[in-house]
């Protein structure tokens, strides 16, 4: 790897929205954290008088998280931090690869301490504020739909965000009907 190279693992819209040059990518995963729809989105999958629903990381003891990383060169961070700005920060921690070696990497997380953080909530309002949201990157129903699609594609089971897209799902035939 040249010194000017970074990896960066993906957990959410970056394991789908691959829109920035990268070296080389791989299933990876990182320790300790889950996927959760707790964080608001005011510039992406809703508006800053509407925010959507997207996924941060809370801290779980055992837990692992699975999505995608990516080897990209320095500059590429820039575009990235300013795409994750709304309450996320680069944490550096370890990555590990399906063929069981490890490396230094950042990921965006978004804690509980950014203005722009929701936290938790009943399944169901969470399905249903994620099914009335929008905002300049698309519905906040692509947001959920797509990452569940790619989970599938990686054959990661997650369960938070399978019944988050079953509720919405449901709904989505019930609101049809
Ligand atoms: C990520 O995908 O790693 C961060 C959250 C997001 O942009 O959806």
């Known amino acids: 790897m040249t ?7 993906g957990y ?3 394991i789908y929205k691959v829109d920035f040059p990268y070296l080389e990518s791989q299933p990876a ?15 992406h999958r809703g508006l800053p008088e ?27 961070l820039a575009h990235l931090d300013f ?7 680069r944490v550096v921690t ?18 509980e301490h950014n203005a722009a953080y929701l936290g938790d909530a009943p399944l169901s309002e969470i399905a249903a504020h994620i ?11 692509d947001y959920l739909l797509r990452l569940a699609e790619s989970l599938r594609q990686l054959a990661v089971y997650d369960e938070h ?13 019930q609101t049809v009907s």
């Open 3 to 9: 010194s000017t190279s970074q990896w960066v693992f």
């Open 12 to 14: 959410g819209s970056l």
């Open 29 to 43: 995963s990182i320790c300790g954290w889950v996927r959760r729809f707790w964080q608001g989105s005011h510039d």
């Open 50 to 76: 509407a925010p959507g629903r997207v996924v941060t990381l809370a801290p779980q003891a055992d837990a692992v998280c699975h999505g995608m990383a990516y080897r990209v060169e320095e500059d590429v």
């Open 83 to 89: 795409r994750e700005k709304d309450g996320y920060q």
């Open 94 to 111: 370890a990555l590990q690869f399906a063929d069981g070696h490890q490396q230094q990497g950042i990921v965006y997380i978004a804690t």
């Open 131 to 141: 099914q009335r949201s929008a905002g300049p990157s698309g519905s906040n129903q």
């Open 161 to 173: 965000v399978f019944e988050l897209e079953a509720l919405l799902l449901s709904e989505t035939s």
